[in-house]
């Protein structure tokens, strides 16, 4: 299986819409960096398998 | 001797004995912060006429030889986050600027009034808590004591450097992913970050609502104790404080590391800093007396974790007024909120659900370390106006990063001190003490012992009107 690169800039022209956010040239260009910054991060942290049966975290009980 | 000078014992004693009175502790208090702020950019709001009307509600109890409590006549500082009645809760935006005053107090500042304190007023953050350098194009920078040129971190940046310039013995700041942390670290003096859900965060600005934490900073660990101690109390309006008991930790100070097993948390939190803070890592080590080093494997991926959920929350958080109003936004951060609004939720989903992951993968090691050593920052202060910082030999943005070796630790919720040393060149450089849930006093009796040592270094800056 191989796995293609998504296309971010698509993605987030139809988040930009779907939000309904009106963005100029240089905030889109700037949206992408930090947009991109996070997908890098979210790569390995969505590869890794977790137990299907844990739930997210709560608080601590003492 | 200085106001600075006195631990909150000795302002205790000196009242008690009719040597001080609560008024001249709060004259004196307003007077250095009017000719010291102007070149530290900490306070943006000063509560002159409340400052003395609890001073003289002080006066009131040491007249008619009533007790004192505990943190009677000790002048101190919120980050604009918190509710104070009367003022507009900034949380460092210009965005909330025109908000109705705060009906009532945060829940922490009601408790600091009941326990005698003294409240200066408000300071200054990053904008919306999201950023680690107190660079705030609304509100200023907030430069740090030691070196004016230098950040003083964030995002409770204002709290850090009004402790560390010695004009307050201590405030409130709060900590998503490394904001009391991190201040403590560069400004150089101590914080504590409690457990997850241990302090009522009711009556403050929430950012993350996942990751939030209240807490705060000092340059005692005595008075870091005594704060914290005031601090705590069952508080039914707050979803996410945990069922605990209460622990009175100022008492327990003194007991040293009896019984208690430090050991160095290696691996990323080792790799990504320099040799500044892995030496002050190796020094604390001597000191505390270590054998062991142990890894947290999940370290880079839970900082990962940590900032997908910060980017997520706050990004919805905020996204009505990134429709309506993006441009009383601060640009610093404005595209990084943004982006966090965009994210999938199944990112969201799957960083909530490693933090149980993560937590039980992280609890095998206190089996073998009851406090765990790690930098609290990558480095000493850069510079304000810096844009990226170089850490193991990669490019790094400072006001996204400043925070990597602090995120993994808030994420997981456990408790950690922040102990100031300096670097060979004397900047200051922080270390995180990390305990397991709910033993806030393991980290605070380390801190004692390497504060007794002579390591740490918390004196106050001193900072030419």
Request: net charge neutral; proline share 6%; with cysteine.
């Amino acid at each position: 299986m191989t796995t293609q690169q998504p296309d971010w800039q698509a993605y987030l022209a139809q988040m930009e819409s779907v939000l309904g956010v009106t963005l100029d040239d240089a905030r889109r260009a700037e949206l992408q960096v930090q947009f991109s910054r996070i997908a890098n991060m979210a790569a390995p942290l969505m590869a890794l398998p977790l137990d299907d049966r844990l739930e997210i975290a709560g608080v601590y009980k003492a | 001797m200085r106001l600075h000078e006195m631990s909150i014992s000795a302002i205790q004693h000196a009242l008690g004995a009719g040597e001080l009175s609560a008024r001249e502790i709060a004259r004196q208090t307003l007077e250095a912060i009017a000719r010291v702020n102007p070149q530290i950019g900490a306070w943006t709001a000063v509560t002159e006429a409340r400052m003395l009307a609890e001073a003289e509600s002080i006066d009131t109890l040491r007249r008619e030889k009533r007790p004192l409590p505990p943190l009677a006549g000790v002048p101190y500082a919120v980050k604009n986050l918190f509710d104070v009645a009367g003022h507009t809760t900034l949380a460092g935006a210009e965005l909330f600027s025109q908000r109705p005053a705060a009906a009532a107090d945060s829940f922490a500042v009601r408790q600091l009034r009941s326990a005698g304190g003294l409240l200066t007023g408000m300071v200054n953050m990053d904008a919306y808590a999201y950023g680690f350098t107190t660079e705030n194009s609304h509100y200023g920078t907030t430069r740090n004591p030691h070196d004016l040129a230098r950040i003083a971190g964030g995002s409770s940046g204002g709290s850090a450097a009004a402790v560390a310039a010695g004009l307050v013995h201590f405030s409130l700041g709060t900590d998503t992913n490394g904001s009391i942390r991190v201040p403590a670290s560069l400004c150089g003096i101590y914080g504590l970050k409690p457990t997850f859900g241990r302090l009522s965060r009711s009556g403050s600005h929430q950012f993350v609502a996942s990751l939030d934490h209240i807490g705060p900073f000092a340059r005692r660990v005595c008075d870091l104790a005594s704060v914290y101690d005031a601090l705590q109390g069952r508080d039914g309006s707050d979803a996410f404080q945990a069922e605990s008991s209460r622990e009175q930790t100022r008492p327990l100070l003194d007991r040293g590391l009896d019984g208690l097993r430090c050991a160095v948390l290696g691996g990323y939190f080792t790799t990504w800093c320099d040799a500044d803070a892995r030496d002050a890592v190796a020094r604390a080590a001597k000191a505390l007396d270590v054998r062991d080093e142990l890894q947290f494997p999940d370290a880079e991926l839970a900082r990962s974790a940590a900032f997908i959920i910060s980017a997520s929350e706050g990004g919805n958080q905020y996204l009505p007024a990134l429709r309506r109003e993006p441009e009383r936004f601060e640009p610093h951060s404005r595209e990084r909120l943004l982006a966090g609004a965009m994210i999938p939720s199944a990112w969201y989903i799957q960083a909530q659900r490693f933090r149980a992951h993560a937590r039980q993968a992280f609890k095998t090691l206190f089996a073998q370390a009851d406090v765990l050593i790690a930098p609290a920052t990558p480095r000493s202060a850069t510079l304000a106006g810096e844009q990226t910082m170089e850490i193991n030999g990669q490019p790094l943005p400072i006001r996204a990063s400043m925070g990597m070796l602090t995120q993994p630790i808030s994420f997981l919720g456990l408790p950690v001190t922040t102990v100031p040393l300096r670097t060979a060149q004397g900047a200051p450089i922080g270390l995180q003490l990390i305990a397991a849930p709910f033993n806030e006093q393991a980290c605070l009796r380390a801190a004692r012992v390497l504060e007794e040592s002579g390591i740490a270094d918390a004196r106050p800056a001193e900072v030419a009107a």
